[in-house]
């Protein structure tokens, strides 16, 4: 238990200062919308978004962990499976802080602007594809999932490009530019999108979940012989 509490605990330091930057640019940008449409609303209209800088910001710091956090854990003596649970584990508490963070957001958010009648701020969220009900438990299991999602697609990335190199992360980053391109070629996309906007929220969530978990077993296979030296 101290094990994974201390890794925990250095997992956070060691993304503690760029999650305060990142948050306090994020919150700025929202004020500063709020003074622009207080003073400029009758000129400009705003479609405001929470959630996908956070994807962004998310993406970028999951494919940064390997190098930053994987050689030093090993140097401690924890073998690669423990390495492999305590970063799932801390993607959990990431994703679920991160959720809360941007569902408060979108409360506050649209409580100023019903009281002081901004009606020219517009809140975009990936939920309303689903379900136009403005729940925060809804908002905040979306979000849980779809930054979860991030962390771990954007750590497969980290293991192809700690594994096999450059050579190996750029090939394999351009077979996954290929999938739209032959989804576009046979216009695969329009019976995908069809069968999305039929499906409920809990569904795509369920689903999401699902990709998630194997996408992890994939990292835990690759990573069982992984050197602590990046390829």
Not at 20 to 37: A, H, P, Q, R, Y
Not at 66 to 95: A, D, E, H
């Amino acid at each position: 238990m101290k094990t994974v509490q201390g890794s925990l605990y250095v997992l956070f330091q060691s993304y503690k200062k760029s999650n305060i930057i990142f948050w306090c640019i994020l919150f700025s940008i929202v004020i500063l919308s709020f003074f622009i449409d207080t003073f400029f609303g009758q000129y400009v209209s705003f479609v405001m978004t929470i959630s996908i800088p956070v994807y962004i910001f998310y993406s970028t710091m999951g494919a940064k962990i390997l190098n930053k956090t994987l050689p030093y854990f090993l140097k401690l003596g924890l073998s690669r499976m423990q390495y492999v649970c305590n970063v799932g584990l801390f993607f959990i508490i990431w994703s679920f802080a991160g959720a809360f963070v941007i569902a408060c957001s979108h409360k506050i958010i649209t409580l100023v602007s019903n009281l002081f009648d901004y009606e020219n701020m517009v809140i975009v969220h990936p939920i309303l594809l689903f379900d136009n009900s403005d729940s925060f438990f809804l908002t905040m299991s979306m979000d849980t999932v779809l930054l979860l999602l991030c962390l771990i697609s954007s750590l497969l990335l980290n293991v192809v490009f700690y594994r096999f190199g450059t050579l190996g992360g750029y090939s394999f980053i351009g077979v996954l530019a290929l999938i739209p391109i032959i989804m576009v070629i046979f216009e695969w996309y329009t019976p995908l999108f069809e069968l999305v906007s039929k499906v409920s929220a809990f569904t795509i969530i369920a689903s999401l979940l699902v990709i998630i978990i194997f996408i992890y077993i994939i990292i835990s296979s690759a990573l069982r012989k992984a050197s602590a030296i990046p390829s």
